[in-house]
């Protein structure tokens, strides 16, 4: 009998990778999503025939029990949140919802409905926020500096608030930044490797970015989602650091997308007040030392390899969609 693996947020970035691996691995894999008209598949268009897609909502405990009674997944990934910073300044509560409640719904359902298994919640980096040290390990406090770090903080505690009161498999994973091409156009990275591929193509003269200064963990989202199943996998649930060891700045960013497509970026970006945050995070960097020694991850793709690959796919995507 194939294992069958439950992902919530099965269209996002992460999701979409999981969603491929976990195929590869022999899974069956049915994937939440909500009921929309505007339902963007365009990141699973290539194994949708292959997955289950299940209608729910974080917002809604009745459809949860339902899928989870319905299809009682031996895994349950749980990805899906509001998950863009800055919207989280603009739509406080929403965020609070899906990315904190949500989390507790998702355990309560799974607790009433498939307490043998496994789950995994998606914590992030952004819950160090303002950092007490750095590099962040699993024993650094949280600090977050948005609405959405909050957000996290609560999703990160309720999980493990419900496995030491019910004995449940459930594991976070404090994932550091990671990117591809898959990810959306409003987060840095994305937009920087974007608009250098605008530029290149005569498509677009300058690009408008804030905090050149700030510093993230960047690594490859298809590495790390290898990371969520390795966490599923042992023999006690537990928390994880996953990230990369490194740090670049936006500075750097640029300086490796305008140089792979051979420009000059100081020629090009300019400083836009309206995209630096209300309260800055300057420096991330994860120490990953535990997901290295007991899970036995290593990011594989490099930052320069990282961005030259996302620069590769916009510049691809644009000449399709421009017919140059």
Not at 152 to 170: D, P, Q
Request: aromatic content about 10%; overall charge negative.
């Amino acid at each position: 009998m194939a294992k069958k693996a439950l992902i919530t947020g099965i269209t996002g970035q992460d999701g979409s990778y999981l969603a491929e691996f976990l195929l590869s691995e022999g899974y069956e894999v049915i994937g939440m999503v909500r009921r929309s008209s505007t339902v963007n598949f365009g990141r699973i268009e290539p194994i949708q025939d292959q997955v289950i897609l299940a209608h729910g909502d974080l917002l809604d405990q009745t459809s949860l029990i339902d899928i989870m009674q319905e299809h009682k997944p031996d895994e349950i990934y749980n990805l899906a949140a509001q998950s863009f910073v800055p919207i989280s300044w603009k739509q406080p509560v929403l965020t609070g919802e899906f990315t904190a409640m949500g989390v507790t719904r998702m355990l309560e359902a799974m607790r009433n409905a498939a307490p043998e298994a496994r789950f995994y919640q998606a914590s992030s980096s952004e819950m160090f926020g303002k950092v007490r040290e750095v590099p962040q390990s699993e024993r650094t406090p949280f600090y977050p500096r948005s609405p959405y770090g909050v957000a996290k903080v609560y999703g990160h505690w309720i999980t493990v608030n419900y496995r030491e009161s019910y004995a449940l498999f459930a594991c976070s994973g404090i994932l550091f930044n990671h990117e591809s091409p898959r990810r959306g156009l409003e987060f840095v990275t994305r937009k920087v490797t974007y608009g250098a591929a605008q530029i290149k193509l005569g498509l677009a003269t300058e690009l408008r970015l804030g905090n050149l200064d700030s510093r993230r963990d960047w690594g490859f989202a298809g590495d790390y989602v290898r990371a969520m199943w390795l966490m599923l996998q042992q023999d006690e649930p537990s928390d994880y650091v996953v990230g990369t060891g490194q740090t670049h700045s936006v500075r750097e960013l640029c300086q490796v997308a305008f140089g792979h497509l051979g420009l000059d970026w100081e020629e090009y970006v300019v400083c836009d007040q309206r995209f630096y945050r209300p309260a800055e995070v300057d420096m991330l960097v994860s120490d990953p030392s535990r997901a290295r020694e007991e899970l036995n991850w290593e990011p594989q793709v490099s930052f320069e390899e990282l961005i030259q690959m996302m620069v590769d796919a916009d510049l691809e995507h644009l000449k399709q969609v421009h017919h140059l």
